[in-house]
């Protein structure tokens, strides 16, 4: 390939292209009238202005894309993550129109876009599942006798969802048809497919994903773990591997699961395995997905990998360069989702211009991201600023190294995850590792940052006040002098 666009904006589009620029091949960017002036359209080769801000007219418009690419002689197409990036129809067009998608076949993408699709194939090889019916519900009383069988509570699941959507708890009998509704139809909303199933209720899971790596010669590795299990509207916000609680045994056979999962829809390229981890460390498989994460950057910190580059030699036809016994684990990564949102308002959304922006800096830290001072926010896509990761010898020294970026940081203008992210670091559950996807609901308490707002509030101003008494004493008084002017001038 000599020339590859990459279909997204802001910090994964740059990163993707930094990548693609040290392998020799040059990058075409495209961007909505308001990314003008994002730093990944001035990074690339080319950029092409492709619409509207909004993405329904501009990233998600798959024929502007195809186009542009048959303009300017695309080789490849880098989807990157959210907009297009699980669209099988997309996929097959991009093929059909002799460009390499760097990503999963448009078939394994189908079937692990439909979580009952991605069930019947699993379940062929003998991967853990979470009990439950693989097959759409509809009928209440049909729902009823399932609940029944594997007991309450139950969770009912959109086939299509994703980020939470469709998604219901059932505690007991009387709640199913409520939640059954309302599960349909915020499916079918969200998604256009209002197809449900119903699994067995994991009450204090944990979420863990396992990174796989697939060539087009039959050679499957998995690149360990990831916890994600710190979320908010379940959407992660702090990542971390390898998990506190994975033991070398259990990451053996989870590793194999979802080597298993892969070869169940005859993967190819990168792909994310996504578990749930009960109290007893059983496994069960929750879904796969078909691209890069937002989190890749933790498992290249502890590896080495480049997985932007891996994934681009095996889109060009390449053999995977290493075997499961060549990879291992160095130290403990940690990333934090830096959201332009008020964790202290529910995480709602916070819209304005970077009044300072300026990035922490130092030994195992990194930060991957798309904007800079003086830029906004804008109203139309994922409030995500940037990601903060950071690599350490152990888990104890990467949560300070951490802490310590966190404070390093600087935004003003708008409000974000930071102090969420030194509430978190600081927290005895997730410092000793008891924690699960209800560390939120569980622990957060917005009036402990406040709290500790104030007190910097009051340590800064103290510091002021003592800096200034200090400068006080030290000021040096003019002599005093008669001037004889007067008697002179009238002389």
């Known amino acids: 390939m000599k020339k590859i666009l990459v279909a997204n904006r802001g910090e994964i589009a740059l990163r993707i292209m930094r990548t693609i620029r040290r392998m020799g091949i040059r990058t075409v960017a495209v961007y909505s009238e308001a990314d003008r002036h994002s730093p990944h359209v ?89 009990p439950g019916i693989e097959k759409a519900v509809t009928d209440v009383a049909f729902a009823k006798s399932i609940a029944a069988d594997i ?49 067995k209720y994991v009450s204090s899971p944990r979420h863990i994903e396992v ?19 710190v979320q908010r509207r379940h959407q992660k916000v702090v990542e971390e591997t390898p998990s506190a609680v994975v033991t070398p045994e259990m990451r053996k056979r989870i590793g194999e699961a979802a080597v298993k999962v892969a070869r169940s829809c005859n993967y190819t390229s990168l792909g994310t395995v996504e578990f749930l981890v009960d109290d007893a460390l059983n496994f069960y498989f929750l ?22 580059q891996i994934q681009v030699r095996i889109a060009m036809g ?25 964790p202290l ?72 995850t930071l102090p969420f992210g030194t509430f978190v670091f600081e927290h005895e559950a997730f410092v000793s590792g008891s924690f699960d996807t209800h560390f939120v609901p569980t622990h957060y308490l917005p009036e402990k940052i406040r709290e500790k707002q104030r007190a910097n509030a009051e340590v800064a101003a103290l510091a002021a006040l003592v800096e200034w008494k200090r400068r006080s004493r030290t000021l040096t008084v003019v002599e005093q002098k008669t001037s004889d002017w007067r008697r002179r001038s009238s002389q």
């Open 42 to 130: 001035r990074f690339a080769d080319e950029a092409v202005c492709i619409g509207p801000p909004a993405s329904a007219q501009s990233y998600l418009d798959s024929e502007m894309i195809l186009e542009v690419c048959r303009e300017l002689g695309v080789d490849g197409i880098h989807p990157g993550y959210g907009f297009l990036s699980e669209n099988a129809d997309f996929a097959q067009k991009v093929k059909e129109a002799g460009i390499t998608f760097i990503g999963p076949t448009p078939e394994a993408m189908r079937v692990m876009g439909s979580k009952l699709a991605a069930k019947e194939a699993v379940k062929r090889f003998d991967v853990p599942m979470v």
């Open 211 to 229: 990174q796989i790596i697939a060539d087009q010669h039959g050679n499957i590795v998995h690149a360990f773990e990831r916890e994600c299990s």
């Open 287 to 308: 879904e796969m997905n078909t691209r890069l994460q937002v989190e890749h950057p933790v498992t290249e910190m502890v590896t080495g990998l480049d997985l932007v």
């Open 345 to 416: 308002n529910q995480f709602m959304p916070s819209i304005g211009t970077l009044t300072r922006y300026e990035r922490p800096e130092g030994e195992g830290v990194r930060v991957d991201d798309g904007y800079e001072q003086g830029m906004s926010i804008p109203i139309y896509y994922d409030p995500m600023i940037a990601k903060l990761a950071v690599h350490g010898s152990t888990r104890a020294e990467a949560i300070q190294r951490m802490l310590q970026a966190i404070r390093d940081y600087r935004i003003e203008g708008v409000q974000t």
């Open 318 to 342: 390449e053999a995977l360069p290493m075997s499961q016994d060549d990879l291992s684990i160095h130290g403990h990564a940690i990333e934090l989702r830096v959201y332009a949102e008020d």
């Open 151 to 199: 007991g309450y509570p139950v969770l009912i699941k959109a086939s299509a969802g994703g980020g939470g959507k469709g998604m219901r708890v059932v505690l007991d009998p009387e709640e199913m048809q409520e939640q059954m509704e309302r599960a349909i139809s915020e499916a079918t909303s969200s998604f256009g497919d209002g197809s449900v199933f119903i699994e």
